[in-house]
């Protein structure tokens, strides 16, 4: 009878292994919320534009991977080289991942949150932004607006962390964002404001006087669907971030892997139910887009804080996250006047700021003054260079080949007027009876009414409209 065999090889080398099998794993799940964005957009806009935003999804990837690897991940690390005191720009080091088979799966781990900043903005200009400059400003964010910020906060000694210009002036404390709440989400939230200003609004979207009118999108389903893939990814997202499963002596590290899974899950939960409460007290019934919404900045509020906080931190973060976005939401549309169309700012924008400046009251490590203004001083930093670039960027590109398509090309429909498609071809030609018009509003063929309904919470909007 034979006895056990020993376990053979270095414990080292064993947890090295399992632990990049499961960065790779994690890496997987997060590119599965590339088709989660893509419902989610796709849904929120008209039919004539579903064709024009999943082709933007595919591009951000596309393109995105190849420009991250390229150009990208080496500018990331340049941007922590050049924020290091004492440290010299070593151009032949930060692209050398470009050589090292040892280093791609890294590489591709980082390409994945790349993808997700740069997706987040196609939500916010969609049904009027052109193709063409779409795919120009997402070559920029993941070339070099993103990777900037990536290599101040995640770059070694970069800007934000404890050995930064930064984090030295504030007794050595670094930036606490664990898997990008500020650093992908904000980023990309706040990119996604700046362009839908600059691009300006919809065709239609406010009256004469100023006041929004609805727009609704053609599929509450596709986003709901969409919303719920986003939150599976959203377990590569953060758990994911805990990359360490197995010590270098063998040990699981499932206290960390735990606090991490449940505070997503508790944040996750929080959210979509504080802001189902807050729509229902503010509009007399809930409102599905806004609960899926609310789940969503429940899970970006509580990404840059899940490893650091307690779990009933981790409910008043999800809490604050979701119930705030019905009413930025609001802000932004009412008061500013922009057209964030699938809301990505309160999302994505102001629940990643909120979150992450909201970690050090309920850190496990306790309460620090230092921490707190860190936290401050982060996002300023990161707010900052995205809005300002971003400025740039669209400038240049509004200065030579144009923001937005012609008022014709709107009216007909990216789908066609950028693509030459139909993507629903039955509904969105309108040339037979019982049709669906544009933007999938239901039009009764026999004398009765259109219904317009409501999108992103307008329910005093509904509206009929005689034929």
């Known amino acids: 009878m034979l006895g ?15 632990n990049a099998v499961w960065v790779l794993t994690v890496t997987f799940l997060i590119f599965f919320m590339q088709p989660g964005f893509a419902l989610l957009e796709a849904g929120q806009v ?6 024009n935003v999943v082709m933007k999804n595919m591009m951000d990837w596309g393109m995105g991977v190849l420009v991250f690897f390229l150009v990208g991940a080496g500018v990331s690390a340049l941007a922590g080289y050049a924020t290091t005191p004492g440290a010299s720009l070593d151009v032949s080091s930060a692209f050398a991942y470009v050589n090292s088979p040892g280093a791609w799966i890294g590489w591709l781990f980082g390409a994945v949150f790349a ?12 049904e009027r932004m052109k193709f063409s400059a779409y795919v120009v400003y ?14 101040f906060a995640w770059g070694g000694d970069g800007l934000l962390s404890s050995a930064g210009y930064i984090g030295q002036a504030l007794g050595g404390v670094g930036y606490k964002d664990f898997a990008g709440a ?13 362009a839908a200003y600059m691009v300006g609004p919809r065709t239609g979207r406010f009256d004469s006087e100023g006041n929004a009118r609805p727009i609704p999108g053609h599929s509450v389903l596709f986003a709901v669907i969409g919303t719920l893939i986003l939150a599976f990814g959203w377990y590569g997202f953060n758990v994911g971030t805990q990359a360490t499963v197995l010590t270098g002596e063998g040990a699981f590290n499932g206290e960390a892997l735990g606090r991490v899974a449940l505070n997503t899950t508790l944040a996750m939960g929080a959210g979509m139910v504080a802001s189902t409460l807050v729509t229902t007290f503010w ?36 809490i604050v996250g979701g119930a705030q976005t019905p009413l930025v939401y609001r802000w932004v549309v009412d008061n500013l006047k922009i057209d964030d169309v699938c809301g990505v700012f309160a999302v994505h924008g102001s629940a990643g700021f909120i979150g992450t400046m909201l970690i050090p009251f309920f850190d496990v490590a306790g309460f620090s003054l230092n921490q707190l203004l860190m936290q401050v001083a982060g996002t300023l930093v990161v707010g900052t260079w995205t809005v300002l670039v971003t400025m740039v960027v669209l400038g240049v590109i509004g200065a030579t080949i144009g923001l937005r398509v012609s008022e ?5 429909g990216l789908d066609r007027g950028e693509h030459g498609l ?25 004398g009765g009414v259109t219904t317009a309904f409501t999108h992103f919470g307008d329910a005093a909007d509904d509206e009929e409209v005689d034929e």
């Open 283 to 318: 509009e007399g019934k809930p409102d599905p887009l806004f609960a899926a919404n609310g789940l969503l900045a429940g899970l970006v509020a509580i990404t840059g804080a899940c490893v650091h906080v307690s779990w009933p931190g981790a409910l008043v973060i999800g």
């Open 4 to 18: 056990l065999l020993p376990i053979q090889g270095d414990i080292t080398a064993i947890a090295d292994s399992i």
């Open 422 to 446: 139909d993507t629903y071809p039955e509904f969105t030609a309108g040339d037979e009876p019982g049709a669906l018009a544009d933007g999938g509003v239901r039009v009764e063929t026999d």
């Open 46 to 51: 008209r039919a004539k534009n579903a064709g």
């Open 182 to 194: 500020t650093v992908v989400h904000a980023l990309g939230g706040i990119a996604g404001l700046t």
């Open 115 to 126: 993808m997700t900043a740069a997706t987040i903005v196609s939500g916010a200009v969609a």
């Open 138 to 151: 997402a070559f920029a964010m993941v070339a070099f607006i993103y990777p900037v910020v990536s290599g």
């Open 408 to 412: 014709e090309e709107e009216e007909l």
